[in-house]
């Protein structure tokens, strides 16, 4: 095929793919690899299959889309802990402070009533 100026147009020499396996970088679309023959039998890893690579993948990404609600969770549950706590900590402040009333309220009556003993 000749250009405008009788010169022939270059070859495109990059074969990336056939047309019965085409080239992705896709893991879904490619083969499986092969295993090679300078290898000894049982070495390599085993053959990835197309199914496997999907499962995976869909249950990672289930897992992924799930990581925000657990985290959202968890900070729900530390955060009702904490609350929890701090009513707690409210009841038994009050409780203390109500017991030492008493205390005073009992001491004054002791007295009274010892004064009225006495005289």
Do not use: C, F, Y
């Not at 010169?7 to 020499?13: E, Q, S, Y």
């Not at 039998?41 to 925000?68: C, F, H, K, W, Y």
């Not at 657990?70 to 109500?98: G, I, T």
């Amino acid at each position: 095929m000749t250009a405008g100026l009788g010169v022939t147009a270059p070859k495109l020499t990059k074969r990336l793919g056939t047309i019965d396996r085409p080239h992705t970088h896709d893991p879904r679309n490619q083969a499986p690899m092969s295993v090679p023959t300078n290898e000894p039998v049982g070495s390599a890893t085993p053959n990835v299959t197309i199914i496997g690579a999907n499962d995976s993948r869909q249950n990672r990404t289930r897992e992924m889309q799930l990581i925000p609600e657990a985290l959202a969770r968890a900070h729900m549950h530390e955060r009702l802990r904490e609350a929890d706590a701090q009513r707690w900590a409210v009841r038994l402040v009050n409780a203390r402070r109500m017991q030492r009333r008493a205390e005073r309220v009992s001491m004054r009556a002791r007295r009274a009533l010892a004064m009225a003993v006495m005289h």
